[in-house]
């Protein structure tokens, strides 16, 4: 007979942590850390089958039973907000947000919310989840994470043409998501300078994962050749996500594996700021 007394006594004595993007790769392999660390882990992933299929290879790497999933398709802003609301009714607190969606789309595409599909999923879900869970994150007094790499030179926020719609390529595309999460983790530094909440990002390097599944073939066989396996790139997210030292925000840890070698993201603050106001904007007024 299952002790659901007992259950929900170790959940309120258990920190938890909740991963975007936690059924595959860099993901998965983080959340197979922290439960393993026992803390009790609640993974997204957009395919119900495959979400769940993960969490139960957790719980077998980890031996901690204390790990739920999630599917939600979160390109949508309405299942942002879903996400949350979900996460809400199985958690008041949240020790560790871990954000590692990620997609490299080499084509345009636009979501039924008329955004440019990898601008959403790289990095507005991030942003959206993050304001949707904040009661949850001050209770826990969270350390955020992001899963990213380094800003491309040249990089910019198209604020005239956000979706990229008459601009598109796939490097401009994705030098804009990332220069736009690395500007996310300076404006929540700047916004939060308690540091009851905390947000940095960390370089994944080069990691055999299946983000890169729609990259052009050479792409893939240099990832494949030179590439870390997820479980060799993650001590640097591991670290942020637990470890009691982290009482810094802002940074950006950009050598994988090196978790002492960081640096304050320091952009332009009016840049950061004009893309704060329209991402608040965007996830607030979406069907």
């Known amino acids: 007979m299952i002790d659901r007394k007992r259950i929900f006594t170790k959940k309120l004595t258990m920190k938890t942590a909740v991963i975007t993007g936690g059924n595959s790769g860099i993901g998965k392999a983080i959340a197979t850390a922290l439960a393993k660390k026992n803390y009790r882990v609640i993974i997204h992933g957009r395919d119900p089958a495959k979400t769940k299929q993960a969490g139960e290879e957790i719980i077998a790497q980890s031996g901690n039973k204390m790990v739920e999933s999630i599917a939600m398709d979160i390109s949508v802003i309405s299942g942002m907000r879903e996400l949350a609301a979900e996460i809400r009714k199985r958690t008041k607190t949240i020790e560790a947000l871990v954000l590692s969606t990620g997609v490299i789309l080499p084509r345009y595409e636009v979501t ?15 942003f959206a989840v993050t304001q949707f869970l904040m009661n949850e994150l001050i209770n826990g007094n969270a350390k955020i994470v992001m899963v990213g790499a380094p800003v491309i030179p040249g990089a910019k926020i198209f604020f005239d043409d956000i979706t990229l719609k008459n601009n598109f390529t796939m490097v401009r595309a994705m030098a804009q998501e990332m220069f736009a999460t690395h500007l996310f983790v300076q404006e929540f530094a700047k916004r939060n300078p308690e540091h009851k909440v905390v947000m ?17 073939i050479f792409f893939r066989l240099g990832v494949q050749l030179f590439g870390k396996s997820p479980e060799k ?10 470890d009691e030292s982290v009482n810094f925000s802002g940074y950006f840890l950009k050598r994988p594996g090196r978790p002492l070698v960081k640096e304050k993201n320091n952009y332009d603050p009016g840049v950061a700021e004009r893309l704060w106001n329209l991402s608040m904007k965007l996830v607030n007024t979406a069907n």
């Open 112 to 126: 039924p919310d008329g955004l440019e599909k990898g601008f959403v999923i790289q990095y507005l879900s991030r």
């Open 200 to 216: 940095n990002m960390a370089n994944v390097g080069i990691a055999k994962t299946g983000i890169i599944r729609h990259s052009n």
């Open 233 to 242: 790139a993650i001590k640097n997210f591991v670290y942020l996500a637990s």
